[in-house]
Structures are given as C-alpha cells and as structure tokens.
C-alpha cells in the first residue's frame, strides 16, 4: 500500500450558525485505506466530511485532497459522495437511472452519456442490486432501496475516493449485506474510503482505523474501538430498550 495521501486535514475549524462545530481537526486518509469516522450525534462528523467536498467554510487549517490544496483541486470526478440520508423527499421526481447517471456526468464529455457511460451507470445499479428498478420513480422505492440508490449514483462515476455519510441509516440487515458486499469490490480494487457510521456493524472486517469524534475534536484516531462493531454508540440515536423513560444514556468514556 503506498502511503499518499488522499485526504489530508490539518488543524481544522468550522463554525456554523457563528457556533463553532470543528474546532482543530486533523485527519489523513491514504491510499487504498479504508477510515470510519464514529462519534455522537453533532459530534460534527458531517460536517467535517462537508468541509472535504468544499461543502463548509473552513475558518483555520488546511485540507488537500490527493495532495491538492482544496481550493484549487478541480479533479471532482475522482471523489464520490454519497450525502447523509434526509427524510425530506424534494425535488422533482426523478427515474432511477437518471438519478444514478446524475452521478456519471463529472466524467462524461460535454456533459453527453456515452455508451460507455451508460454501461457503468447499469454496472452501478447491479453492484447494489438494483438493476431490476431502472425504470421506476425513485419516490417508489423504500428509504433503503434509495440508498442503494445513491450509493451508485457515486459508484457510476468509478471514484477513486468514496465518501459516504452514514450509508446503512435506515438500510435493511439484506440491504446492508448487499452493501457491504459492493464496499468489498471497491476496496479489493483499490478504492478510498472514508466512511461516516454509528455501528460498525457488517463493515466492520474492511475497516482499517476508526477516527472518532467528541465535540468537534479528535478523540481517538487507531484501531476501531472495539464495542462499536456489536452495539450502536452510546449518546446516539438509540434507547436502550430496558432504560427507564428519561434515563440518562450511559456513558461509557470514549465514545459518548
Ligand atoms: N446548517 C447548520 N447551521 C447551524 N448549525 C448546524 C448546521 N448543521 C449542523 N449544525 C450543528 O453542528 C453540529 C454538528 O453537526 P453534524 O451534522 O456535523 O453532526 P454529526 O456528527 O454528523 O451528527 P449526526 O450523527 O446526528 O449525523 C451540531 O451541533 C449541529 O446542530
Ligand atoms: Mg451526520
């Protein structure tokens, strides 16, 4: 594995609402790795991976993408970002094959899909198992099944660097199967990934390191801690369903 560089965060601060959200954030992600950013709810971890795609304002540090500074790195057919899942549907209505060759046009020319494009816009949707719903509205589908969806609406443009902003949210035990199966390929052929999660879960085999966030900070940046691949991260979205009505989550240090 070379040790380039693909992401690179130095010292980083963002504020949002005049709140400061990051506040010193480093972070590098090389070749070939695979990173999963954990932490609380509002730890920030969008946010920062909003920073990398020029998303979100730094207010101090650095960020280089593949050894570019961001601000003058144009090169965005090489990253895919599959964004946070939101429950608000918008937009127009839209087919699931326009949706995932959205994601091929950084690479097409002019702006023209070509039969080769149109190739990897059907590999896209076979790698997640959902070639059989090409012709469907994506206002059909399930919030799992549109998931699929976008992850390969960022598959379609073949990145090298793959972001993905808590991809198995609201996906099915079958569907993260599926997904992880796809995550598999991309990593066996060399893709980056930078991975926001809440459990580790059916990913837990690929993940190299675990960066977890608390408060805008770096907490901890090694190994992945250990619980996170069986139970969901304390101070989540999640109700132990033996804790008393209004009982404080528990606490368990690094990751709460
Ligand atoms: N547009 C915004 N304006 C003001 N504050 C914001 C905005 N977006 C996020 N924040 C705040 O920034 C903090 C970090 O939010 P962020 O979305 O990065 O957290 P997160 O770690 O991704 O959380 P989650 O696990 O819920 O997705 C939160 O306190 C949030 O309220
Ligand atoms: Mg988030």
């Known amino acids: 594995m070379s040790d380039e560089s693909v992401i690179s965060l130095r010292g980083v601060r963002a504020e949002l609402g005049s709140r400061p959200v990051l506040r010193g954030i480093d972070l590098t992600v090389r070749r070939g790795q695979v990173v999963a950013l954990l932490g609380a709810n509002g730890s920030g971890k969008s946010t920062a991976v909003r920073t990398i795609i020029g998303q979100v304002p730094v207010t101090a540090g650095e960020i280089e993408l593949f050894g570019t500074p961001r601000r003058r790195f144009r090169d965005w057919a090489r990253v895919g970002y599959v964004p946070q899942r939101t429950t608000a549907a918008g937009g127009v209505p839209a087919t699931v094959t326009e949706v995932v060759s959205s994601g091929r046009l950084s690479r097409a020319r002019f ?10 816009v059907r590999r896209a949707l076979g ?4 070639a059989d719903r090409a012709k469907d509205s994506v206002n059909a589908l399930s919030g799992g099944q549109h998931q699929r969806v976008l992850i390969a609406r960022a598959l379609a443009a073949e990145p090298e660097l793959l972001i993905m902003d808590e991809p198995m949210a609201g996906v099915d035990l079958a569907s993260q199967e599926v997904l992880a199966e796809t995550l598999r390929g991309q ?12 459990e580790l879960g059916p ?5 190299d ?10 907490l901890h940046d090694g190994p992945p801690p250990e619980a996170v691949g069986q139970h969901a991260l304390p101070g989540h979205d999640h109700v132990h369903p033996h804790a008393p009505a209004g009982a404080e989550p528990i606490r368990t240090g690094l990751l709460s």
């Open 127 to 130: 790698l997640v198992g959902m």
């Open 111 to 120: 702006g023209v899909l070509r039969k080769a494009d149109h190739e990897a």
């Open 203 to 207: 990913l837990e085999p690929l993940i």
């Open 187 to 198: 990593v066996a052929a060399g893709t980056t990934v930078l991975l926001v999660l809440h």
């Open 209 to 218: 390191r675990a960066v977890v966030l608390r408060d805008g900070c770096v």
